[in-house]
């Protein structure tokens, strides 16, 4: 019989695996795809953004989904532990820009195969092409583990590891759910987060900007009062659909839970070009720019203030002529300008689904697991580890230490139990 059985293999599953051998357990992994870390192999742009070196407060500030439960998981093991771990096997890793750290070979299949050999070498039982169809309960603890094709395994440990809804075809396809369920668990409401976001305003539709990147801007998120209720900084990018790119990714969440609150068919979002200015410093510095140049074209002068496809579609949006000279442009024109390039409106109508998600929001409610052990306060011998949990991060390698924290956990204690 096998001590603790780890139900899903990828990041958070596989360092269960691995921390649930090292204390000590004979341990089953099971997933049912033909490999392990599907989804961690295309994380990252196919190099696995693995964690985060921020200090532990931001690290926390960087988890809008439940980080404070992310305490007690991260006094076990955290960011500096997962780097060490890689390091500690041979792997080192490289810091990048806002602490974000990946494999110095930019791969991350290197980090999967890392993980495989590490449980590999710890002697994990390793079944892939299983599906696990359910578990069963008996007096208030986990029984046995029944799979797919009708086998049935006892066993007094099972660490849920199945992720959530998002890029089904990686095997997360929210499996877990109903078996958490089934113990007594809550399953918070699951929403696409880290998710481009939709828009149909017209000049989306037309695609005017389709392409069109924006560095350095800050995107804020509307409430129907006109009060900010979120704002990131980042770069962006125009989409067929609507905008994508870090900051959108960053608001997305913020656009899914407003739309729902205020029951509304689109939230307005205001981008920034100019984040480091204030409207009047901006003005007065165009101004200057089109009064030393009078003869010149504005759009040739204002080119060094932002791209001239952004410029083009300003222009047609405050019915300024084409081939207007600087000498004919007013005060007022310009304050517009500035104005628009300070607060530039989207209207967001919603995002893409929960499966072209990066992440699924929501999950099996923190309230009802241990924060030190990960087992579940509902049934005995069960755990949750990973994105199947009510826990979600921004895009910067924070989900991938969640779910290596929190499986590190959940394997620790698994182990220590038996
Ligand atoms: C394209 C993309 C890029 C990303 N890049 C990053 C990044 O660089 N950094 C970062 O921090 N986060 C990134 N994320 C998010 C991160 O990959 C996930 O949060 C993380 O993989 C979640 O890990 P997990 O172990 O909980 O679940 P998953 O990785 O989803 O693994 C779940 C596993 O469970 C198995 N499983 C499911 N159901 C069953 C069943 N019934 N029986 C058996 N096995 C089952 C699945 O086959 C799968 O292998 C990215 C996400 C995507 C989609």
């Given at each position: 019989m096998y001590e603790v059985i780890v139900i899903g293999g990828g990041p958070s599953g596989l360092m269960a695996a691995a921390s649930a051998a090292e204390h000590g357990a004979k341990v089953l992994l099971i997933d049912k795809g033909n490999k392990l870390g599907r989804k961690l192999a295309i994380s990252g742009g196919g190099?696995?953004?693995?964690?985060n070196r921020m200090e532990r407060k931001q690290l926390i500030e960087h988890i809008p989904g439940n980080g404070k439960f992310m305490h007690s998981p991260f006094a076990t093991f955290d960011n500096e532990d997962i780097i060490q771990f890689f390091e500690g096997l041979g792997i080192q890793l490289k810091e990048e820009d806002r602490g974000r750290m990946f494999p110095v070979n930019d791969k991350a299949q290197t980090v999967v195969d890392t993980l495989l050999r590490r449980i590999q070498d710890l002697r994990v039982t390793i079944w892939t092409n299983a599906a696990v169809k359910t578990i069963d309960y008996l007096d208030g603890k986990v029984d046995s583990v029944k799979l797919m094709d009708g086998q049935v395994l006892k066993t007094k440990s099972i660490i849920v590891a199945t992720g959530g809804k998002s890029v089904p075809h990686t095997g997360s396809t929210g499996d877990g759910y109903p078996w958490a369920k089934k113990a007594g668990h809550t399953i918070t409401e699951l929403y696409p987060t880290e998710v481009p976001i939709t828009s149909d305003d017209p000049f989306i539709k037309k695609k005017a900007l389709q392409g069109l990147s924006l560095r350095d801007i800050e995107l804020s998120v509307i409430n129907p009062?006109?009060?900010?209720?979120k704002t990131h900084e980042g770069d962006m990018i125009f989409t067929h659909f609507g905008i994508s790119g870090p900051a959108s990714l960053r608001c997305s969440q913020y656009v899914v839970k407003a739309l729902k609150k205020f029951d509304v068919s689109s939230i307005e979002l205001r981008v920034d070009l100019f984040p480091g200015k204030s409207e009047e410093d901006l003005f007065q510095e165009l101004w200057k720019s089109v009064k030393a140049e009078p003869k010149k074209q504005l759009k040739n002068v204002l080119k060094v203030v932002t791209q001239e496809r952004m410029l083009l579609y300003l222009y047609e949006h405050l019915s300024i002529p084409s081939e207007a000279t600087c000498a004919n442009i007013s005060h007022e024109v310009l304050r517009q300008l500035a104005k628009t390039l300070k607060q530039f409106i989207i209207h967001a109508n919603g995002t893409l689904s929960i499966e072209k998600a990066f992440v699924t929001g929501g999950g099996v409610s923190v309230k009802e697991i241990e924060p030190k052990t990960m087992h579940s306060k509902k049934a005995e011998g069960l755990y949750f580890c990973g994105e199947v949990l009510d826990i979600h991060g921004y895009t910067g390698g924070y989900n991938i230490t969640c779910a290596f924290s929190t499986g590190y956990t959940a394997g620790k204690s698994a182990a220590e139990r038996v």
């Open positions: 190099r696995c953004n693995v964690t009062k006109g009060k900010i209720i």
